[in-house]
């Protein structure tokens, strides 16, 4: 490609609303155009560069035995609303009437077309193992998107679709998209860790999210160095140090004025924050009978812990939380600011549930639902009930992980892929099944694995790139070599440029050619900011040397090539640059 036709321009500056390197730098040097907030227009170079992922998605997809197919990226509401998501999913999930009044939906991902698809074709329990991907835009509404590519609405996504007989075939279909997905981050040059998630609304037994490690991610990551503990803060388990055990003591009420925080209680009766009860008072979304409706939720961890409201959600089955108003505090009978469940008004509205270590910790100090005022001594299940005991604390660094009790460390982190087993969840709902060997119809065992095509470009650009601009893995880069040629008024230079490029077309050579009009600095500028692997330049010294020079993009040496070894060295360099990033391609298998 010429760069005098590319429909694409560089920029000198980023506009102010780019907030990260990767966005930056994608718009400068021309790759992506934003057409509203986390909406963008995916350029030539782009495109291109995206190509490349989705060609090894493809190649590491099929590999497993995948069968790519395409599926609507619109959906009809009544299929969500088969499997219950449709009254689940809130405002994230673009919603719309067609023109003969039927509710549709905007793909967000596609559980249930794979299971509508399933129980139309899928007969027999010969039929299966399969395994069906494709590669398709997606939209969630995000209300904030962020970071270009990293959070945006429309997106490309890869995603996978496991159909099996029973678990053990489910099993070894999530073991090959985990080894997969490695092999995929790899030969894209990104560098990635495999984390235990929430399942979330995907639901299933088991979930992973691979992670990008970076400052700028959203995500919060606890991993151990000693054992290789790995989950995402949302879920990540530690163990707890637990109080000396003691007998109860009588209940007692005590004046504590102005101690609405755990600090200050702990602080007026000069009491570690451990031997404290905090309130967190919630409001959960439930979905019953395929209607939605609202409860509230009473959450107690001790005090020296921070509650955990993905974990709260999980436990109470809870679609999505929200902080309780202080008029539906008041409706329970609780006080903000010195609450416990002890003497609100008990019912089917309010929903207990405690931490496991407050169940065993004895004598804790919590709030008397009278302002001003606490209990000494409360301990459960003596004075109050709860619907729900569990983990509902958050994991921090320097707490003991599970596993081997060695620290814990938090990274941040940006999901680029995930992998769920999703079981029969799907399937029974939606009525997919076949016919084992026996006869007797089973529901069909899924998994679903997704991978964000656009969100890995930009996780590419984010961790490749120097202070002149993007330095693109060869298995990525838009282009392999970027020609400049140094012309001005010489016509032979120009020429002989011409025919190199050509010449290495010819030769299935990827190749920009830049036979702009401008200074030689313009365009040893763009040619860093574009970030190709090779630079080749053509000017009326590097003739008078015998031939043009190379430079690879992330180093300083500069070699001279004969012309008539061109295409031979560049041969060689682009295998070079090849066998680095394949170096890093290892086996990487998913412990029991």
């Not at 060609?55 to 497993?64: N, S, T």
């Not at 004895?362 to 009278?370: E, F, H, P, Q």
């Not at 003991?400 to 799907?426: D, H, Q, S």
């Amino acid at each position: 490609m010429r760069m005098s036709r590319l429909f694409s321009q560089t920029l000198r500056e980023a506009p102010a609303d780019a907030e990260v390197v990767s966005h930056q730098l994608l718009l400068r040097a021309g790759f992506i155009r934003p057409l509203a907030a986390g909406i963008f227009s995916y350029l030539p170079l782009a495109q291109r560069a995206l190509h490349k992922i989705s060609a090894i998605l493809r190649e590491e997809m099929e590999a497993i035995g995948g069968q790519e197919v395409l599926m609507p990226v619109v959906h009809p509401g009544d299929l969500w609303q088969e499997s219950g998501r449709w009254y689940a999913i809130g405002s994230e999930m673009g919603r719309f009437l067609d023109k003969n009044g039927r509710e549709m939906a905007l793909a967000m991902t596609h559980e249930e077309v794979v299971a509508d698809l399933v129980r139309k074709e899928i007969r027999s329990y010969r039929q299966l193992p399969a395994l069906l991907y494709h590669i398709q835009t997606k939209w969630r509404d995000d209300p904030r998107p962020r970071a270009g590519l990293i959070r945006g609405r429309e997106f490309t996504m890869k995603d996978s679709y496991s159909l099996d007989a029973d678990e053990a075939g489910l099993d070894a279909q999530y073991r090959a998209h985990y080894a997969a997905y490695f092999r995929i981050f790899a030969r894209t040059g990104l560098s990635t860790v495999a984390v235990k998630s929430d399942t979330g609304m995907m639901g299933g037994s088991l979930a992973h999210e691979f992670m990008y490690l970076t400052d700028i991610g959203e995500d919060t990551l606890m991993l151990c160095d000693q054992c290789g503990y790995a989950a995402n803060r949302q879920i990540a388990r530690a163990r707890k140090p637990e109080n000396a055990p003691e007998a109860p003591l009588p209940l007692q009420k005590v004046a504590t004025p102005n101690t609405t925080t755990i600090e200050a209680l702990a602080q007026f009766l000069n009491i570690p924050k451990a031997k404290t009860a905090k309130a967190v008072f919630l409001v959960g979304k439930f979905l019953v009978e395929q209607k939605t409706g609202e409860r509230f939720v009473l959450a107690i961890v001790r005090g020296d812990m921070d509650a955990n409201e993905t974990k709260i959600a999980s436990a109470v089955h809870a679609l999505e939380l929200r902080p309780a108003r202080a008029e539906e505090i008041r409706a329970v009978g609780a006080v903000a600011g010195y609450g416990s469940p002890i003497g609100t008004q008990a019912g089917d509205d309010l929903l207990v549930v405690i931490d496991e270590a407050v169940a065993q910790s004895a004598n804790l100090v919590a709030g008397a639902n009278d302002e001003g005022y606490h209990l000494l001594n409360t301990n459960y299940p003596r004075d109050y009930q709860a619907q729900v005991v569990a983990d509902i604390t958050t994991a921090r660094a320097g707490d003991a992980c599970p596993e081997c009790g060695v620290a814990l460390r938090a990274v941040r982190g940006v999901e680029v892929g995930n992998i769920f087993k999703l079981g029969t969840r799907y399937s029974e709902t939606l009525g997919a099944t076949y016919l084992d060997q026996d006869g007797k119809s089973k529901p069909v065992v899924m998994g679903s694995y997704g991978i964000g095509v656009t969100r890995v470009l930009a996780c590419v650009a984010e961790q490749y790139h120097d202070d002149y601009g993007l330095c693109w893995p060869v298995t990525v880069a838009p282009y392999q070599v970027y020609l400049a040629s140094l012309a001005g008024k010489d016509e032979r230079v120009e020429a002989e440029a011409t025919r190199l490029y050509e010449t290495l077309r010819a030769a299935h050579i990827e190749v920009l050619y830049d036979d702009r009009d401008e200074r030689p600095g313009v365009k040893f500028n763009d040619a860093d900011l574009i970030g190709l692997p090779l630079r080749l330049t053509i000017s009326a010294r590097s003739l008078e040397k015998g031939g043009v020079e190379l430079k690879v993009r992330t180093r300083k040496d500069i070699a001279l090539l004969p012309l008539d070894e061109v295409v031979e060295r560049l041969r060689a360099a682009l295998q070079t640059l090849y066998d680095e990033i394949m170096a890093g391609v290892k086996t990487v298998t998913l412990a029991d």
